[in-house]
């Protein structure tokens, strides 16, 4: 859990420059669910996500509801969402 709140918070002080531009909604995030692909994670919230990870068969993305300061992240094991947060949407 450690290494997941690391990565959530990694880069989040460079003024949006490494966090997609959309605008992710607390209804959008509802949404998604474990068990989603990534092309239907982009259907739901809108855009691609900003790859913040990768190892091995694990993929860590991130949205953000810029230019306010909440994020959503969804970590992929073989192209499948295992787990899935958002912390400041409202």
Not at 18 to 39: C, D, H, K, N, P
Request: proline share 1%; charged share 20%; net charge negative.
């Amino acid at each position: 859990m450690a290494v997941l709140l690391v990565v959530l918070f990694a880069g989040c002080g460079n003024g949006g420059s490494s966090i997609t531009a959309g605008r992710v909604t607390l209804e959008q995030f509802q949404q998604v669910e474990e068990g989603m692909t990534y092309e239907k994670v982009v259907d739901i919230l809108g855009d691609d996500g900003y790859r913040q990870l990768e190892r091995g068969n694990t993929l860590v993305y991130r949205w953000s509801n810029y230019p306010a300061s909440g994020l959503v992240t969804v970590t992929f094991v073989d192209e499948i969402a295992t787990n899935v947060v958002q912390i400041g949407l409202d």
